[in-house]
C-alpha cells in the first residue's frame, strides 16, 4: 500500500483572501474553527501541498490536498498540543491514522436516523462531506496546515509510527477519541449508527480526572485551555428563556417546559434519548450530540448528566466529560503517558480488541 493523498476541506469563503510565499505556502486570514462550539473563533493559518477552488452555493470552497503522513503531522499538534508526552502523541498519530483511513475507504455500517413529530434521533458523521475526504474542524479532525510549528517530539512520534493503523479482523479500526470521558468511555452505537465494533467497548478510566494545571497546560491547546472544569460541571437552563433556545435549535414550540427527562442511557450513563416536556408539546431527542446541540447555545459538554429543577423552575444540568466518549480519552491517554505507559498499552487499554499492524 502507498501512502495516500488525502483531500481536505479547509471552509466555505464569502471571499477567499490569501497571501502565497516563495516556498509555494499560503497563509488565509480567516479560517473558522470550532464551528458552532463553544471554543468558534477565526484564525490565520497557513497550508501548503497543492490546492483546489470550488464554487458552492455562492461561496469559495477550499480544498488542501497533502499526502497522508503531513496531514497526521498537523492533525497531531492541532488536537493537543505539540508539547504532549512522547507516548501520547504517538498513540493518536496511530488512532488519527486510522479513523481517517476507514473514513476514506467509505464503509459505513447501516442505520437509518427516525425523523418523525413525536421523535427525532440522528447522528452527526464524516458521511455529511461529499466534496472531499474531510473537513478541517472538529466535526472530523482538527488539521490547521503548517500553521504550528513543528517540535521534534511530533517528528519523532509521526515517524515511529509511520504506515502504522489500528485493525481488527483485517480491518482498519474506526478509531474515535474524545477530550475527556469523565470516568468511562461510550460505545460507538450510543453516538452514531446502531452498530456494536468490538474493538470500542466502555472501559472506566481513572486517568482523566485529573487538575493538574501545569499537565493540562503542556496537552491542551490555548483554545481548550479557555474550557474550565469539564471532568463535572453545571449547566442551569432558565425556565424563561429555555423555551426560545429550544425553538431556535429544533424549530418546535413547546412552551413552558415542565421536565427534561433521561429515557435511555449508554454503556457509561450518557444519554441517548431525552424526552422534552412541554405545555404545547412532548418530543424525544437523541443521540448524544444532538441532546447536546439542543440545550446549549453552542454545545453542552457531553449527554452524560443528571437532571434536577429548583423552586424556581430552572433546570440544572449536573455534567460529566467533555465529548461523545467513544474510545480514546485524550486526557486520560496524556496522563498514563505521564505514568510510563508505552503507546500500545495506551492503545490497548481504549481498544483492547485492536491490534497494531503498519500498512506502508
Not at 282 to 299: A, D
Request: hydrophobic content about 35%.
Amino acid at each position: 500500500m502507498e501512502e495516500p493523498i488525502i483531500n481536505v476541506g479547509i471552509g466555505e469563503f464569502g471571499e477567499l483572501n490569501f497571501r502565497g510565499d516563495a516556498d509555494g505556502n499560503i497563509t488565509i486570514d480567516d479560517v473558522e474553527i470550532g464551528k458552532q462550539f463553544h471554543w468558534n473563533k477565526r484564525e490565520r493559518q497557513k497550508f501548503n501541498g497543492t490546492f483546489t477552488a470550488k464554487a458552492v452555493d455562492g461561496k469559495v470552497l477550499l480544498i488542501n490536498h497533502i499526502p497522508l503522513e503531513k496531514y497526521i503531522t498537523s492533525v497531531i499538534s492541532s488536537e493537543m498540543s505539540g508539547e504532549c508526552p512522547a507516548e501520547l502523541l504517538k498513540a493518536h498519530a496511530i488512532i488519527s491514522r486510522s479513523w481517517l483511513m476507514a473514513q476514506i475507504q467509505g464503509k459505513k455500517p447501516d442505520g437509518q436516523p427516525v425523523i418523525t413529530e413525536q421523535e427525532v434521533c440522528t447522528w452527526y458523521d464524516r458521511e455529511a462531506h461529499t466534496l472531499f475526504d474531510v473537513c478541517a474542524d472538529d466535526h472530523c479532525q482538527r488539521y490547521q496546515g503548517i500553521t504550528k510549528t513543528y517540535n521534534p517530539t511530533v517528528a519523532k512520534a509521526i515517524e515511529a509510527t509511520r504506515g502504522m493503523f489500528l485493525t481488527h479482523n483485517g480491518e482498519v479500526c474506526d478509531a474515535r477519541f474524545s477530550k475527556s470521558c469523565g470516568g468511562r468511555t461510550e460505545t460507538f452505537e450510543n453516538c452514531w449508527q446502531p452498530v456494536h465494533y468490538d474493538y470500542l467497548e466502555s472501559v472506566d478510566c481513572p486517568y482523566c480526572n485529573t487538575t493538574d494545571e501545569a499537565l493540562l497546560r503542556t496537552i491542551l491547546n490555548d483554545y481548550d485551555r479557555q474550557s474550565k472544569d469539564f471532568y463535572r460541571w453545571d449547566v442551569t437552563l432558565n425556565r424563561t428563556t429555555l423555551p426560545e433556545l429550544l425553538k431556535t435549535k429544533t424549530d418546535n414550540d413547546f412552551g413552558e417546559i415542565v421536565d427534561i427527562e433521561p429515557l435511555e442511557r449508554g454503556a457509561s450513563g450518557r444519554i441517548t434519548r431525552l424526552k422534552i416536556v412541554g405545555t404545547k408539546k412532548t418530543k424525544i431527542f437523541g443521540k448524544e450530540l444532538e441532546i447536546r446541540r439542543i440545550l446549549s447555545q453552542t454545545h453542552l459538554y457531553s449527554s452524560w448528566f443528571d437532571v434536577e429543577k429548583n423552586e424556581k423552575g430552572d433546570f440544572i444540568l449536573h455534567g460529566r466529560g467533555w465529548g461523545h466518549g467513544v474510545g480514546m480519552c485524550q486526557i486520560g491517554a496524556a496522563v498514563m503517558a505521564t505514568k510510563g505507559f508505552k503507546y500500545d498499552e495506551i492503545l490497548r487499554f481504549y481498544y483492547k480488541k485492536a491490534e497494531l499492524t503498519k500498512m506502508y
